[in-house]
């Protein structure tokens, strides 16, 4: 086959109905067209290469693998050769691919000297590495906002739109806990040592933090017997830490309660496995009201 001439644009469309001819896709080809694939692989080293290598996976009587799958065999053929071994059957094909690809084999090459080199802790390393910023990972807030619809210039923030606390609360009634939390909260136990028939249910408490509003709303859950549990509420300003007036209801099936915050504290006894909302009413300066809406679900295990 004649040499190839010094090249002159090979990366050209010309390249591109070259390799469509070479793969059969544009049918028999006429013989001006011909005569112009010839003359364009005699001048261009790329084509040549293509056609040299068409050339002998038609001549060759041993089975051909493409190079997606030689480089797919690269891990394992690595791994055999670093500890010295035979080549296994099953990469005798990948190691054939190489000895007659040559961009297979420069690639292969160039991994196997990157990966001697980090083994042997010579890879040079950058001046500075680029600094990431994980800020997209900061969990969603906590608390979303809006005015009340019909009530203006009163806020109703709500306990991560659409999801509900989850309180399980076990049959036996020794302990109650939050379950299902979203937001990276996490609960406090409140009572570790309760154990059968000790009259100290072991049960949690969730702080709720709002800093957008500067209030704190901690919940606590303690097992109440046959399957209740008892549901405290404590509402404070996160600065300066005191505690809030105002108002709390429950609503649940079987209607709704209100309770005054004393101390910025209220409870709510006895509550059976049922779909409760929990708003928690703070007056605000200038005669307008905040609302906090909790969703919360007890469910007995």
């Known amino acids: 086959m004649t040499a190839p001439e010094r090249a002159e644009r090979t990366n050209d469309l010309a390249c591109e109905e070259v390799a469509q001819s070479l793969e059969g896709t544009t049918g028999p080809l006429e013989p001006a067209r011909l005569k112009a694939a010839a003359d364009h692989c005699r001048r261009c080293p790329m084509c040549l290469d293509r056609l040299a290598g068409l050339a002998r996976a038609v001549l060759s009587l041993q089975e051909e693998i493409t190079c997606a799958e030689c480089r797919a065999a690269w891990p394992a053929l690595l791994e055999t050769w670093r500890g010295h071994e035979g080549t296994p059957d099953h990469l005798r094909l990948a190691a054939a691919h190489l000895s007659r690809c040559q961009p297979c084999s420069r690639a292969f090459a160039f991994l196997s000297e990157l990966l001697r080199l980090e083994r042997q802790g010579a890879l040079e390393e950058p001046d500075a590495y680029p600094h990431f910023d994980p800020s997209f990972l900061a969990p969603a807030p906590l608390w979303t906002g809006g005015a009340t619809p019909g009530r203006a210039g009163r806020e109703a923030r709500e306990l991560i739109k659409g999801t509900a606390l989850r309180a399980r609360v076990l049959r036996r009634g020794l302990a109650a806990s939050f379950v299902g939390l979203a937001g990276g909260l996490r609960p406090m136990p409140m009572a570790a040592q309760a154990t059968r028939g000790s009259s100290t249910a072991r049960g949690e408490r969730l702080v709720l933090a709002d800093p957008g509003a500067n209030v704190s709303i901690t919940l606590s859950l303690q097992a109440?017997?046959?399957?209740?549990?008892?549901?405290?509420?404590?509402?404070?300003?996160?600065?300066?830490?005191?505690?809030?007036?105002?108002?709390?209801?429950?609503?649940?099936?079987?209607?709704?309660?209100?309770t005054p915050l004393s101390e910025g504290r209220a409870t709510f006894a006895d509550l059976g496995p049922a779909h409760y909302v929990l708003e928690v009413l703070i007056p605000s300066p200038g005669g307008t009201e905040r609302r906090w809406r909790l969703p919360i679900t007890v469910e007995v295990v």
């Open 224 to 258: 109440a017997g046959k399957g209740h549990c008892h549901l405290g509420i404590e509402v404070r300003l996160l600065e300066p830490d005191r505690p809030l007036e105002g108002r709390v209801s429950l609503r649940g099936d079987s209607g709704e309660e209100v």
